[in-house]
């Protein structure tokens, strides 16, 4: 069982912070935020329609919808990098109106700077606020607590998919965030690779009570980290049901596991079938079928 219990109702796509557990101030707020874009041709995207969320200090929410309904462009928004059209985001209490070390991103792969080791790739940020002097010996602290001490030197083609994303992991925790923004990390690393990093995560998280936001296309993700789930379905992007996970343990083969697992496959097939029936080949073909959603029961790979 994860250390934060919720007691929320799934189902409520209205999640305001009237949705707080008894007594807990959210720590994240984002109340009935829009963003829209203009396509290449002329029409306009929603790409997040009315989404309202509430998440709580030292909460781990994962966030799974199909390609394009959003996810990324609720990240950015919680991030800084971008704003909403209409509604509001607050962290602790204060709006969200830019980009702040407090809120980390760790982007789906590639982002590290390929002239710059793996040290240096973590180092990055102290250097660019001139505080590496006195921060140096956490750059040691985190290449260790990520698994990479014996690669400081090495430069990110020297090293493997995983490896680099514990590099961008590490990247992001040097600043000590409250928020850790995860976009997809592990979409692009096998089954074996991708659970070696979830089981890290849970480290992370359980050692430094950190709000973590992962935004995932796995279900068994999804399930095996989050505290609840947030299900999103696209056009326009919007939170279709969010639910709560209480498992007696963190165990992919229980009854437990599977019976969320089949449960969250349901919803998201049938979302599947009403893109299929209302919309365009090329969004329906971005829906994953259930038998490759799963990262443990396929070698399927997105990427
Ligand atoms: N900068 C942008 N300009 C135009 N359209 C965008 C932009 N960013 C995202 N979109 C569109 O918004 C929708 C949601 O995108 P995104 O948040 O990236 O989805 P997801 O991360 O769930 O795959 C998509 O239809 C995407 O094409
Ligand atoms: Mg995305």
Redesign the pocket.
């Known amino acids: 069982m994860s250390a934060i219990e919720l007691e929320h109702t799934a189902g409520n796509s209205d999640r305001t912070p009237a949705d707080a557990p008894h007594g807990v101030n959210p720590e994240l707020s984002i109340e009935h935020v829009s963003r829209e874009?203009t396509?290449p041709d002329g029409s306009i995207?929603h790409?997040l329609s009315d989404v309202s969320l509430s998440i709580f200090p030292g909460e781990l929410v994962s966030i799974i919808?199909p390609?394009?309904?959003?996810?990324?462009?609720l990240l950015r928004l919680i991030a800084g990098l971008d704003k909403p059209q209409d509604g509001t985001l607050s962290l602790a209490g204060e709006p969200i109106e830019g980009p702040n070390p407090k809120r980390g991103y760790v982007f789906q792969q590639g982002s590290l700077f390929p002239w710059l080791t793996v040290e240096e790739n973590i180092a990055f940020g102290l250097k660019a606020q001139g505080i590496y002097r006195e921060r140096k010996a956490d750059v040691a602290r985190y290449i260790d607590m990520v698994g990479l001490r014996g690669f400081e030197q090495a430069y990110p083609h020297q090293i493997s998919g995983g490896m680099a994303q514990r590099v961008a992991i590490a990247r992001a925790l040097i600043d000590h965030p409250d928020v850790l923004l995860l976009d997809e990390p592990m979409g692009a690393l096998d089954s074996f690779t991708r659970a070696d990093l979830q089981d890290r995560l849970l480290d992370i998280w359980e050692q430094y009570h950190m709000t973590m936001i992962l935004v995932t296309h796995d279900v068994d993700e999804a399930i095996y980290l989050g505290s609840r789930v947030v299900i999103m379905t696209p056009r326009p992007?919007r939170i279709k049901e969010i639910v709560p996970i209480a498992l007696d343990a963190r165990d992919r083969v229980s009854d437990e596991f599977a019976a969320y697992r089949k449960q969250l496959l349901k919803k998201l097939h049938f979302d599947a079938h009403e893109v299929h029936a209302g919309n365009s080949a090329a969004v329906a073909a971005s829906v994953q079928e259930p038998a490759t959603v799963s990262g443990w029961d396929t070698a399927k790979k997105e990427d």
């Not at 390609?67 to 462009?73: D, E, H, L, V």
Request: hydrophobic share 30%; charged share 10%.
């Open positions: 874009f396509a995207v790409a919808g390609s394009g309904c959003g996810k990324t462009t992007g």
